[in-house]
Nanobody
Framework: EVQLQASGGGSVQAGGSLRLSCVAS????????IGWFRQAPGKEREGVSC????????VYADSVKGRFTISSDSAKKMVYLQMISLKPEDTAVYYC??????????????????????WGQGTLVTVSS
């Protein structure tokens, strides 16, 4: 059974940093795309970043480029989202999700939520001004 669980959220002031963690289990990490998403109150869920579990290629939403970094420890099946220079508009519940298994020839990195089959529970990030 595919399971994901995000943690690491909290409250920080604008300009601060947080690192979110996602522990994945029940699947072959290298055959999946792992993504981070967020949903702010009253808004639709949006993609933040994703990573190819096989080769580590990454994609970022324009709103977080240069501030957020996705990384992984495949041996531990952990995916991280390092967030720096946080802004109040980053306030949201953050989720990790997985899409797969994806045949190598069909891999297309996407931060579209509908592309992802498996979701973990979210972790709340609150950034105050």
């Amino acid at each position: 059974e595919v399971q994901l669980q995000a943690s690491g959220g909290g409250s920080v002031q604008a300009g601060g940093s947080l690192r979110l963690s996602c522990v994945a289990s029940g699947f072959n990490f290298e055959q999946y795309i792992i993504g981070w998403f967020r949903q702010a109150p009253g808004k639709e869920r949006e993609g933040v970043s994703c990573m190819d579990g096989y080769d580590g290629r990454t994609v970022y939403a324009d709103s977080v480029k240069g501030r957020f970094t996705i990384s992984s420890d495949s041996a531990k099946k952990m995916v991280y989202l390092q967030m720096i220079s946080l802004k109040p508009e980053d306030t949201a519940v953050y989720y990790c999700a997985a899409d797969g298994p994806v045949p190598r020839l069909m891999v297309q990195l996407s931060t579209t939520p509908d592309e992802y089959d498996y979701w973990g529970q979210g972790t709340l990030v609150t950034v105050s001004s």
